[in-house]
C-alpha cells in the first residue's frame, strides 16, 4: 500500500522560507505526476504546483509565481516545495499528491503558519 508523509511545516515570519518535503513509500515516484495543494480555513483546496514524471513543471496558482519552486529527487523518492517570501495568506495545511493512471495517493498534510 502506498503512502506519502509530508514534513517541513511550522511557523514562519512573513517574508521568511520553508522547504516542505513529500516522501513516498510502497511504491517509486519516478512514473507519476505530483503536485502540491494546500487549503486555508474556510477555502476550498487549491493547486499550488506540479511536476509531471519527466520534470515539467506547472503552476496552478499564480500568486505563487517567482516564490514556490517544485523538485523531486527520484533516488530518494522525494518531492519538495521550496517556498520563499511567504505571506500570510500562505497559511494552510499543504498537501502532495501522486497520480498515474488510476494510481492516486494523497499525503496527509503539513500546517504551514506563516506570522508575525
Known amino acids: 500500500q502506498g503512502q506519502l508523509v509530508e514534513s517541513g511545516g511550522g511557523l514562519v515570519q512573513p517574508g521568511g522560507s520553508l522547504r516542505l518535503s513529500c516522501a513516498a513509500s510502497g511504491f517509486t515516484l519516478d512514473s507519476y505526476s505530483m503536485a502540491w495543494f494546500r487549503q486555508a480555513p474556510g477555502k476550498e483546496r487549491e493547486g499550488v504546483l506540479s511536476?509531471?514524471?519527466?520534470?515539467?513543471?506547472?503552476y496552478l496558482s499564480q500568486s505563487m509565481k517567482g516564490r514556490f519552486t517544485i523538485s523531486r529527487d527520484n533516488a530518494k523518492n522525494t518531492m519538495y516545495l521550496q517556498m520563499n517570501s511567504l505571506k500570510p495568506d500562505d497559511t494552510a495545511v499543504y498537501y502532495c499528491?501522486?497520480?498515474?493512471?488510476?494510481?492516486?495517493?494523497w499525503g496527509q498534510g503539513t500546517q504551514v503558519t506563516v506570522s508575525s
Open positions: 511536476i509531471s514524471s519527466s520534470g515539467g513543471i506547472s
Open positions: 499528491a501522486a497520480h498515474r493512471g488510476p494510481n492516486n495517493y
